[in-house]
């Protein structure tokens, strides 16, 4: 059964940081991974899709790793905003389903 | 070009009723895929259908069922609501193989009393 794990749960930075958000996932058995924002009580954004094949996607200043063999994932957040603030969350798609972690709830004081 | 859509945004409903929950998927998608949401956790999956019909069930009981129609929205229905089915129910829509990833609804808040 895969299982998808991020750390940390909670992180609370200062503007202008440059922020590492980890994903790991336990089977490595997948066709992609997705990383979604998703802002409190609405719906999930996605930010970065990256194929089994690849290993890694930039949009702005988002850029997003993936280890396939290792089964991790990292979302780099360069000079962070507090319009960054939010929940972040990966998920990896195999077997017809997402399977989500529990998110990083970032928050980015001015 | 429209996203995904779900109605309503808000219900509130008793223990022991039954909801009804809708998807319209975002234009150019044949695959719905329904996720339930606890507070501060991540999102779990239901089911997902194509072709009208299911195709992949995650780990909820007979009381959650769905439908897919021929334009292929989607429909999610609970019966005998629980307190414990409180949620954020999320729809997101892809192409079968999901090869370009997933859009996600912006959920129906669903409160059992």
């Known amino acids: 059964k895969q299982e998808v794990t991020q750390i940390p749960a909670a992180l609370s930075v200062p503007e202008g940081e440059n922020l590492v958000l980890n994903c790991s996932f336990t089977?490595?058995?997948?066709?992609?991974l997705q990383w979604f924002r998703q802002d409190p009580g609405k719906g999930l954004t996605s930010l970065l899709l990256i194929q089994s094949s690849q290993r890694e996607q930039t949009s702005g200043r988002l850029n997003a790793s993936l280890d396939k063999s290792s089964g991790r994932s990292t979302l780099y957040i360069a000079a962070s905003q507090p319009g960054d603030s939010a929940t972040y969350l990966c998920?990896?798609?195999?077997?017809?389903?997402?399977?989500f972690g529990g998110g990083t709830r970032l928050m980015v004081k001015p | 070009d429209a996203g995904v859509t779900q109605s309503p945004t808000h219900l509130i409903k008793t223990r022991g009723q039954q909801v009804t929950l809708r998807c319209s998927p975002k234009?150019?998608?044949?695959?719905v895929s329904w996720y339930q949401q606890a507070l501060g956790q991540g999102p779990q999956f239901i089911f997902q259908y194509y072709e009208e019909e299911e195709r992949q069930r995650g780990n909820f009981p007979d009381r959650f069922s769905g439908h897919q129609f021929p334009n292929y929205s989607s429909e999610l229905n609970v019966n005998a609501l629980l307190l414990g089915d409180s949620a954020l129910y999320l729809c997101a829509s892809s192409l079968q193989g999901n090869l370009n990833g997933y859009t996600f609804g912006s959920g129906t808040r669903l409160t059992v009393v």
């Open positions: 998920a990896v798609y195999a077997g017809n389903m997402l399977t």
């Open positions: 234009s150019g998608h044949d695959t």
């Open positions: 089977d490595s058995a997948i066709y992609n």
